[in-house]
């Protein structure tokens, strides 16, 4: 079985029995418990059959479940509705659509806040794909999501104005969505571009516009001063402050009271300016003097993008901020880099790291379907880090994302979308072609690898039936075909002892021209223009 993400403890028979739902489900009387089986009723209702037993059980840890699968009778024991939720969706894992085998899980998370933040650069996420990424959050056990897009003028630019009627009313509907799949909507606001943090009326704006979205049923608040000036702007905040931690700060603590006078189940999460780093900036340890202990601090780890968060990174910036750090994680986030995607799973974040961590949201791709490859890797590393193996996650990401049968060339496709200065591991395999063509003078081998690649798009488009993730690699799939088309005219005139084939460097112009995707790291387009060029120097 490919569990994603993995259970802590799951006993399970090879003994199948047919399953098509559950014909009775008794839950806690609250409405909380009856939401929590949300997945399994939809399944009942339209079938008949078995009956589920859900209790709570305060013992256990928050998110914590039991899951017993017997002879025709299902057991749920869960600390909370989120936790019977979860369990509800590790049963759905293990049903193939006819059956389910006969089991017993013990499960609970290594992380206790594992999300997303919506928070790149560049088009911000559709309506429509962040109601269905609300919904993967929740059938992979995350449990916040951060609503962030810097590209959202009310979000960042126009922070003081008021969301006009149609998006208040896209906000309200994705929140109530999130409430659905257990998961935490953090409405976030990045004012720190113009704001006088030392005037009142500015204050009352940002409250005001916090305020609408509290009556919409949110209780976490981002306030995002990341990507702004470094040092006070305002002659009025010059006067009023020693530094840009003590406005920040301020701002920071006034809010957080504020919230708390109104809500105290109210929490505030705050994205410092210096964000990257191991706790060495003044302001940084300033800020964490200065911030009262329930406001959360957000870092990215020791760089914007880092490629690997240390235990000891994580704990030096927990000591200058006198916290658990709440990372927001840039990876698979492309923005800084749109021509790549980023079809990886994450590394070099170990269960030592997150025991010194409050929460980890990752920053995805413009790309939403596609970032879900990263994201369930995510999802299996927050929940039981110390079985993860980032490979063994990929393939059940992928699995998850286009079904067992598309697996093996949605994982092709992914191949040839890495970065190795993410996964140093994982090279493109075109790369060793090349190499043992150069070595050997042999093409046949290359030749067949560009063929493979250049049927790839056709069979990854018939093959994969989700739409939105075809659109969205679309780039990609047409680069890999015009590539390796220009690939395999370069054997064919070398083949053909034409040691002038100029013409091709023109067509992989007018592609460049049109289309900036890099796939294969760049690997095909270089070896192209270094054999022209050495072609031309024979
Ligand atoms: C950043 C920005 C983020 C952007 C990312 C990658 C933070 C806190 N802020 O610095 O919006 O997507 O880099 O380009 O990471």
């Known amino acids: ?247 920040h700060a301020d701002l920071a603590n006034r809010l957080h009271h504020w919230l708390q006078e109104r809500d105290p189940n109210s929490w505030l999460i705050v994205c410092p300016t210096f964000y990257h780093n191991r706790g060495e900036p003044p302001y940084v340890r300033e800020l964490g003097e200065l911030t009262e202990r329930g406001i959360s601090i957000m870092w990215t780890g020791p760089k914007v993008v880092s490629r690997e968060i240390t235990h000891e990174d994580a704990e030096l910036f927990k000591l200058a901020i006198q916290r658990k750090p709440f990372v927001w994680d840039n990876y698979p986030v492309n923005d800084y880099e749109p021509s ?68 093996p060339t949605m994982l092709e496709f992914c191949k040839q979308n890495l970065w190795t200065r993410h996964w140093s591991e994982a090279p493109p395999e075109i790369q060793r072609y090349i190499e043992d063509w150069q070595t050997t003078g042999d093409a046949e081998p290359l030749r067949e690898a560009f063929l493979d690649l250049v049927s790839l798009p056709r069979r990854l488009r018939q093959a994969v039936n989700n739409p939105e993730l075809l659109e969205e690699i679309q780039p990609w799939l047409l680069r890999l075909e015009q590539v390796c088309t220009l690939a395999l005219e370069l054997l064919d005139e070398i083949e053909e002892e034409n040691l002038r084939p100029r013409h091709i460097l023109a067509q992989l112009e007018a592609i460049r021209e049109t289309n900036e995707a890099i796939v294969c790291d760049g690997w095909i387009e270089r070896w192209i223009r270094e054999t022209i060029e050495e072609l031309a120097e024979s």
Not at 54 to 70: A, I, M, N
Not at 91 to 111: C, F, H, N, R
Not at 345 to 360: F, Q, S, V
């Open 1 to 247: 079985m490919r569990w994603l993400p993995l259970p802590q403890k799951a006993e399970v028979s090879s003994e199948r029995l047919p399953f098509a739902g559950c014909h009775a489900i008794k839950t806690p009387p609250q409405p909380d418990w009856e939401r929590s089986v949300r997945p399994l009723r939809a399944l009942g209702e339209a079938y008949g059959g078995w009956t589920a037993f859900v209790e709570h059980d305060p013992s256990l840890p928050e998110e914590g479940y039991r899951l017993r699968v017997e002879n025709g009778r299902i057991y749920i024991h869960a600390g909370t509705p989120r936790a019977a939720f979860y369990a509800c969706h590790t049963l759905l894992q293990a049903w193939d659509g006819k059956s389910i085998p006969l089991m017993q899980v013990e499960d609970y998370p290594t992380l206790a806040w594992r999300g997303v933040v919506e928070g790149f650069y560049g088009k911000p996420w559709s309506h429509q794909a962040r109601l269905k990424m609300l919904e993967f959050m929740g059938a992979h056990k995350m449990n916040i999501y951060l609503y962030a897009p810097k590209d959202d003028p009310y979000h960042r630019e126009r922070w003081r104005e008021p969301y006009p009627a149609s998006e208040a009313a896209r906000l309200h509907e994705l929140i109530q969505h999130a409430r659905e799949q257990f998961v935490e909507f953090v409405f976030s606001i990045s004012p720190g571009l113009s704001m006088v943090y030392s005037d009142p009326t500015e204050f009352e704006q940002l409250t005001a516009k916090i305020e609408a979205v509290r009556q919409m049923g949110v209780r976490t608040f981002g306030l995002l001063l990341d990507d702004i000036p470094e040092e006070l702007q305002h002659e009025a905040d010059k006067r009023t402050y020693r530094s840009l931690a003590h406005a």
């Open 340 to 407: 790549r995607l980023l079809m990886g799973p994450i590394t070099g974040r170990t269960a030592e790291t997150l025991k010194h961590l409050e929460a980890l949201v990752s920053n995805p791709m413009n790309q939403a379907e596609a970032s879900k490859v990263a994201l369930g890797t995510y999802a299996d590393l927050l929940w039981n880090a110390d079985a993860y193996d980032p490979r063994r996650s990929w393939h059940a990401s992928i699995a998850r994302l286009v079904g067992e049968e598309a697996l």
